[in-house]
């Protein structure tokens, strides 16, 4: 199973950037998909998530600029960031719970990781 993201990039403060992230690979279903991020210097942290089903959260200080989304097949995430900030700057990485086979334990996936750099 692979995780592939894409989409960062540097913008100014204020811009916006579309995150995307797919997984590939065997798969039963995939429970969770979400974003954390790693500024320089910090510990990863959590950005936004999307179960299935539909429930999403949030991180605080991403609440109303972040909005994360899943396709209709559930194994790609978009993590579409508006009104960015420098403090957004950092490696975003995705993150997936996924199932092989049923009745297994969902799995721990992380993709490479996209730098987002908000600068002016």
């Known amino acids: 199973v692979q995780l592939q993201a894409s989409g960062g990039g540097l913008v100014q403060p204020g811009g916006s950037l579309r995150l995307s992230c797919a997984a590939s690979?065997?798969?039963?279903?995939?429970?969770?998909m979400g974003w954390y991020r790693q500024a320089p210097g910090k510990q990863r942290e959590f950005v936004a998530g999307?179960?299935?089903?539909?429930?999403?959260n949030y991180a605080d200080t991403v609440k109303g600029r972040f909005t994360i989304s899943r396709d209709n097949a559930g194994n790609t995430v978009s993590l579409q960031m508006n009104s960015l900030k420098p403090e957004d700057t950092a490696v975003y990485f995705c993150?997936?719970?996924?199932?092989?086979?049923?009745?297994?334990?969902?799995?721990?996936?992380w993709g490479q990781g996209t730098e987002v750099t908000v600068s002016s």
């Open positions: 999307d179960t299935t089903g539909g429930n999403t």
């Open positions: 993150n997936a719970v996924i199932t092989y086979y049923r009745g297994s334990y969902g799995v721990n996936h």
């Open positions: 690979g065997s798969i039963f279903s995939i429970d969770f």
